[in-house]
Each structure stands twice: as structure tokens, then as C-alpha cells.
Nanobody
Framework: QVQLVESGGGLVQPGGSLRLSCAAS????????IAWFRQAPGKEREGVSC?????????YYADSVKGRFTISRNYVKNTVYLQMNSLKPEDTAVYYC???????????????????WGQGTQVTVSS
């Protein structure tokens, strides 16, 4: 059974860092792309970053996080990470990971294309 489980959220001060994890089970990352989305209260869900399937792997980032966030994968652990640096109060949201067949800027802007989602982890950036 397919499952995605996020962890690593928490409260951090502006300028701080967090690393989120998305542990996948029931399938392997070799054949699927994983994306991170976030949703702040009263706002639509926003695509943050995605990592394509395959050995090479292509990454995409929303303009709002480029240069601050880094997505990576560990095939042995079947886990995807989101390293978040230089965090800002506007990064506060529930962060979700989700599975799709591919990763692109097109896919990152269309959450309906993802078939499985994790339960989310809260990230709060505040002093």
C-alpha cells in the first residue's frame, strides 16, 4: 500500500533552517517523481519543489524558494528531503509531499496531477 509520511516540521526563527523528510513506502522512487507543496491558512496550495524519477533526476523550484530550498533523494532509504534555509515568515505553512509520474514546472503548478499525498507537517517561521 502506497504511503507518504512527512516529518521534520517545527517552529524556527526567521533566517533559520529546517529539513523536511518524506518517507515513501509501497513503491520506489526510481519510477515516480515526488513534489513538495505547501498551504498557508486562507491560501491555495502552492507547489514548492519537485524531483523527477530516474537515475539522473531533474529538480524544479518555485521562484519564491529558489536559492533557499534544496530537494534531494536517498534511494536506499526511499526518502525525499527538502532542506529549507534562510526561512522567512511567509514560508509558514503546512508542507505536504505528493507522488506523480513526472516532475516539471507544469506539474508543480497542478496539484490535481498527484495521486498520493502525505498527511502534512507544520512549519512555522516566527520570532
Amino acid at each position: 500500500q502506497v504511503q507518504l509520511v512527512e516529518s521534520g516540521g517545527g517552529l524556527v526563527q526567521p533566517g533559520g533552517s529546517l529539513r523536511l523528510s518524506c518517507a515513501a513506502s509501497g513503491f520506489t522512487l526510481d519510477f515516480y517523481a515526488i513534489a513538495w507543496f505547501r498551504q498557508a491558512p486562507g491560501k491555495e496550495r502552492e507547489g514548492v519543489s519537485c524531483f523527477s524519477s530516474g537515475s539522473g533526476g531533474t529538480t524544479y523550484y518555485a521562484d519564491s524558494v529558489k536559492g533557499r530550498f534544496t530537494i534531494s533523494r536517498n534511494y536506499v532509504k526511499n526518502t525525499v528531503y527538502l532542506q529549507m534555509n534562510s526561512l522567512k515568515p511567509e514560508d509558514t505553512a503546512v508542507y505536504y509531499c505528493a507522488r506523480a509520474g513526472t516532475c516539471s514546472s507544469y506539474y508543480l503548478n497542478r496539484s490535481r496531477l498527484y495521486d498520493f499525498w502525505g498527511q502534512g507537517t507544520q512549519v512555522t517561521v516566527s520570532s
